[in-house]
């Protein structure tokens, strides 16, 4: 048999050519396969019983239950591919019991009323800006914002966004997900619409050249981490004292949505998940608030009854 280093250097191709995964899912892979032939080098067998077992209680020691998961996976598909490519009899993890503990993480979300306080103090901003180079650059800012929450897309999903990925003919935006899987989303608020057609209009010339959607002052490819930069700039500025990420943009909007009786098929098409369960976490949240809107608002709580 290859050597395991050539085994995984031959696997990462076929990630890349035949699944077309993104190149970060593709150096996810790398670090955890690597890590896996490191550790089981010195063992005989490296797809042993033994050898496994000690690897899996390895990372339960080392790392979070979802970090821990995610290295199982890896190496689950590795072993897949091994088997399909008939370089292995069977995964050999397919007899193990694999226990994750992981526990149950709530989204974090952002209040409907702290969302419009955060898009009222960027168009604010737009309109007490006088230079020109500043109100084109906030300009883009609130295309960025309105478009990730209109759309409920990953901050990685709207940066790679290509021009021709938005249709403001149809008013819609053609989203490439995890595992180049696509999805279609319509943009319904005439807010947004505006927003991203002034937008486009006032950067026409910086889209046309790099052929991204949302480009920065170089006229290069806008970064996930310039957007969390922008994020914190107005979150100051409007005295927000919680934490914003742009991934809780896409938490509240799937749990809104909810709260507002979409049905949750609907938003997981939305969201992009492959599984309904991986949807379902949304409703622990929607479930949660509905328990303080009945332990603080319900009629019965200001109603004085004599029990006796």
């Not at 595992?179 to 991203?196: C, F």
């Amino acid at each position: 048999m290859n050597s395991l280093e050539t085994l995984k250097d031959d696997y990462l191709v076929h990630c890349r050519t035949q699944k077309e995964l993104n190149a970060k899912t593709i150096k996810a892979y790398r670090i955890d396969l690597t890590q896996f032939i490191d550790f089981v080098t010195p063992f005989d067998n490296p797809f042993s019983k033994e050898s496994l077992t000690s690897y899996l209680a390895a990372l339960h020691t080392q790392y979070q239950p979802k970090t821990t998961k995610r290295k199982i996976a890896s190496l689950k598909a590795f072993f897949h591919y091994l088997e399909y490519e008939d370089l292995l009899l069977q995964n050999p993890l397919s007899k193990m019991r694999l226990s994750y503990r992981e526990p149950k993480r709530l989204p974090k979300t952002i209040p409907a009323n702290t969302i419009q306080l955060f898009l009222n103090t960027i168009y604010h901003t737009y309109h007490q800006t006088d230079s020109p180079y500043q109100k084109k650059s906030v300009l883009r800012d609130i295309a960025v914002i309105e478009l990730l929450f209109a759309t409920g897309m990953r901050i990685s999903e709207l940066c790679n966004l290509k021009y021709p990925d938005i249709d403001m003919e149809n008013f819609s935006v053609l989203i490439w997900g995890k595992g180049a899987k696509e999805r279609l989303i319509q943009i319904g608020n005439p807010q947004v619409i505006s927003a991203l057609s002034s937008y486009i209009s006032a950067f026409e010339t910086e889209i046309t050249l790099s052929s991204w959607l949302f480009v920065n002052r170089l006229g290069n490819r806008l970064s996930e981490q310039s957007v969390r930069f922008m994020i914190n700039k107005y979150v100051e500025q409007a005295g927000i004292s919680m934490h914003i990420t742009p991934h809780m943009f896409r938490h509240s909007f799937a749990t809104l949505l909810l709260e507002a009786d979409v049905d949750i098929r609907y938003i997981q098409k939305m969201l992009g998940h492959s599984s309904i369960t991986t949807t379902e976490i949304y409703t622990s949240v929607s479930m949660h608030k509905q328990k303080a809107i009945l332990v603080e608002k319900h009629p019965r709580n200001w109603m004085e009854v004599n029990e006796r």
